[in-house]
């Protein structure tokens, strides 16, 4: 069964300028999360779909930070327009439907460094 | 504010020697606890998650909770090479957020 997994592993822009993170969950997990660490601190965390709904997104940072997941499938993150401080890697995580939902499954990230 | 901490180490154990990894968490309400290890560069991968008081084994690896003092602890038996890692603490109320600590960084020396 495949994992998580996210596009692209690695980017770097310029400050001001646009990316687009993207999360494929393992197949049937409802929940998708998305996290994220920047250097020396914790990972924290962003935002939670449930199917095609916005759950929890009290630890997005700001406007400029999008969501979205059309469908229930994949997700998008979109940060518009990035600034230095948003430098960091970007973790998706998926867990399976209701209460069995406990474990989630991480994958391997996106780095993103703003210049 | 809900905080997890762990102590960053490094925690430097023999090849073969018991690792002992703690964790405290701030929020009584929390449900599930989850140990998660890390290598460099690479995402977290779930080794151990424990819900209810006491110990659970699985392999080389034990998970205790203890809900009271709002602590939780991974062993690692018979430490190899290869366990080398970050180890991370993570607690949540069932299917929200999880709430992660800095880590615990542990070098098994052969």
């Known amino acids: 069964e495949a994992g998580v997994t996210q596009f692209p592993s690695h980017s770097v822009i310029e400050k001001g300028q646009t990316v687009t993170l993207r999360c494929d969950p393992i197949?049937?997990?409802?929940?998708l999360y998305w996290y994220r660490r920047v250097m020396g601190k914790e990972i924290k965390f962003l935002l939670h779909?449930?199917?095609?709904?916005?759950?929890?997104e009290s630890g997005m940072p700001n406007n400029r930070f999008l969501a979205e997941r059309t469908g229930g499938t994949y997700s998008t993150l979109k940060v518009q327009p990035a600034e230095l401080e948003d430098s960091g890697v970007y973790f998706c995580?998926?867990?399976?439907?209701?209460?069995?939902?406990?474990?989630?499954?991480f994958g391997p990230g996106t780095r993103l460094t703003v210049l | 504010q809900k905080e997890v901490e762990q102590n960053s180490g490094p925690l430097s154990v023999p090849e073969g020697a018991i690792a002992s990894l703690n964790c405290t968490y701030s929020?009584?309400?929390?449900?599930?606890f989850f140990w998660y290890r890390q290598y460099s560069g690479k995402s977290p991968e779930l080794i151990m998650s424990?819900?209810?008081?006491g110990d659970k084994e699985d392999g080389r690896f034990t998970a205790q909770l203890n809900k009271a003092s709002q602590y939780v602890s991974l062993l690692i038996r018979d430490s190899q090479p290869s366990d080398s890692a970050t180890y991370l603490c993570?607690?949540?109320?069932?299917?929200?957020?999880?709430?992660f600590g800095k880590g615990t960084t542990l070098s098994v020396s052969s």
């Open positions: 995580a998926s867990s399976l439907p209701g209460l069995a939902g406990g474990e989630q499954f």
């Open positions: 197949s049937g997990h409802d929940n």
């Open positions: 779909f449930v199917k095609e709904s916005k759950q929890d």
């Open positions: 929020d009584r309400g929390s449900q599930s």
């Open positions: 424990i819900y209810s008081n």
């Open positions: 993570a607690v949540n109320q069932a299917g929200t957020a999880l709430i």
